[in-house]
Nanobody
Framework: QVQLVESGGGLVQPGGSLRLSCVAS????????MRWYRQAPGKERELVAG????????GYADSVKGRFTISRENAKNTVYLQMNSLKPEDTAVYLC?????????WGQGTQVTVSS
């Protein structure tokens, strides 16, 4: 079955960096687009960034443009989210997503907290 497992979250000071990873299994990873979403308490889930099977990026949220970068490593079935110049408003649970056979699949999420 499709599984997505995120890691790399944690507590970081404003201005710091984190790299999130999402390891996928149960489907042909290299053939599918991948997305990172985030959800903060009391807010709707929002798309942070996506990457096509060919490696083209899309859907960067305006609030993260120029600071976050999505990438993928098909040999490791992994999608990454490099987050630089983090701000307190980036605090959220970050979730990995793919659409497989017309159904959405989600990881369990990884918590990112930006605070001094």
């Amino acid at each position: 079955q499709v599984q997505l497992v995120e890691s790399g979250g944690g507590l970081v000071q404003p201005g710091g960096s984190l790299r999130l990873s999402c390891v996928a299994s149960g489907f042909t990873f290299s053939s599918y687009a991948m997305r990172w979403y985030r959800q903060a308490p009391g807010k709707e889930r929002e798309l942070v960034a996506g990457i096509t099977s060919a490696g083209n990026t899309f859907g960067y949220a305006d609030s993260v443009k120029g600071r976050f970068t999505i990438s993928r490593e098909n040999a490791k079935n992994t999608v990454y989210l490099q987050m630089n110049s983090l701000k307190p408003e980036d605090t959220a649970v970050y979730l990995c997503n793919t659409m497989w056979r017309a159904s959405p699949y989600w990881g369990q999420g990884t918590q990112v907290t930006v605070s001094s």
